[in-house]
């Protein structure tokens, strides 16, 4: 089997488990789009100016090839047309140590990872990538408030296999809810910028047929390989 048949391979088994199994949402959040300090730039169109006037100037983390903060950065370039240095890290840790050394300039990060660095000064956050702004971070704008239609966020679930009964699945459904509700919880979630993502299991099945598809078309109009 060459190269491509894997990949196409792999792919398709992907989508088998995907529609193989229900899923329940849980929690969706944003990443930050944040610089080294030592960046002048202190708002998204600043930038995407300075970018432009010094193409392939500006080093771009990420935690690793097809990680969210990759294709997050790459959909912002490709939606703003600025040419940036994707440098891949092997993990969140090391591209942020980076960052606050100076070595990159600029990541698509996490919120857990990053909003104590954020709110101590050591990185400036210029804006968050979902489409609302972030009660973690309510001063930030959205990325799409600069650059329309840009969103990207970092969802989790919970799946079971498809055959499962669909009283245990209602069961597990209410429960989950519930655990969402309570408003510890969400002021806990809410510390780390994320949100309670309360949909039933046909709601995140469709945002996940929905995700795979924006995302692969991002990762194909790139050629984008996993390591």
Same mark, same amino acid.
Do not use: C
């Given at each position: 089997?060459?190269?491509?048949?894997?990949?196409?391979?792999?792919?398709?088994?992907?989508?088998?488990?995907?529609?193989?199994?229900?899923?329940?949402?849980?929690?969706?959040?944003?990443?930050?789009?944040?610089?080294?300090?030592?960046?002048?730039?202190?708002?998204?169109?600043?930038?995407?100016?300075?970018?432009?006037?010094?193409?392939?100037?500006?080093?771009?983390?990420?935690?690793?090839?097809?990680?969210?903060?990759?294709?997050?950065?790459?959909?912002?370039?490709?939606?703003?047309?600025?040419?940036?240095?994707?440098?891949?890290?092997?993990?969140?840790?090391?591209?942020?140590?980076?960052?606050?050394?100076?070595?990159?300039?600029?990541?698509?990060?996490?919120?857990?990872?990053?909003?104590?660095?954020?709110?101590?000064?050591?990185?400036?956050?210029?804006?968050? &990538?979902? !489409?609302?702004?972030? %009660?973690? #971070?309510?001063?930030?704008?959205?990325? /799409?408030?600069?650059? $329309?239609?840009?969103? @990207?966020?970092?969802?989790?679930?919970?799946?079971?296999?498809?055959? &499962?009964? !669909?009283?245990?699945? %209602?069961? #597990?459904?209410?429960?989950?809810?519930? /655990?969402?509700?309570? $408003?510890?919880?969400? @002021?806990?979630?809410?510390?780390?910028?994320?949100?309670?993502?309360?949909?039933?299991?046909?709601?995140?099945?469709? #945002?996940?047929?929905?995700?795979?598809?924006?995302?692969?078309?991002?990762?194909?109009?790139?050629?984008?390989?996993?390591?």
């Amino acid at each position: 089997m060459t190269r491509s048949h894997r990949e196409h391979t792999d792919a398709a088994h992907a989508l088998v488990l995907l529609r193989a199994r229900r899923e329940r949402g849980v929690i969706r959040g944003p990443n930050v789009m944040v610089l080294n300090p030592s960046v002048q730039a202190k708002t998204v169109p600043d930038f995407i100016a300075r970018a432009k006037a010094n193409p392939r100037k500006v080093n771009m983390a990420s935690s690793g090839n097809g990680s969210t903060p990759h294709v997050a950065g790459e959909l912002f370039k490709m939606m703003t047309g600025v040419d940036m240095v994707h440098v891949p890290y092997r993990g969140a840790a090391p591209a942020l140590t980076d960052l606050l050394g100076g070595q990159v300039q600029v990541m698509f990060v996490p919120t857990p990872p990053s909003i104590e660095h954020i709110r101590s000064g050591k990185l400036r956050a210029l804006a968050v &990538t979902t !489409a609302t702004r972030s %009660d973690a #971070l309510p001063d930030l704008p959205t990325v /799409g408030e600069f650059v $329309p239609g840009y969103e @990207a966020s970092n969802w989790y679930g919970v799946g079971m296999p498809k055959n &499962t009964p !669909a009283d245990i699945v %209602d069961k #597990l459904n209410k429960e989950i809810n519930a /655990g969402l509700a309570d $408003p510890k919880m969400q @002021a806990r979630l809410a510390d780390f910028g994320g949100t309670p993502l309360v949909v039933s299991p046909a709601d995140f099945g469709k #945002l996940i047929a929905e995700e795979t598809e924006k995302w692969g078309n991002v990762i194909r109009a790139l050629n984008i390989k996993a390591e």
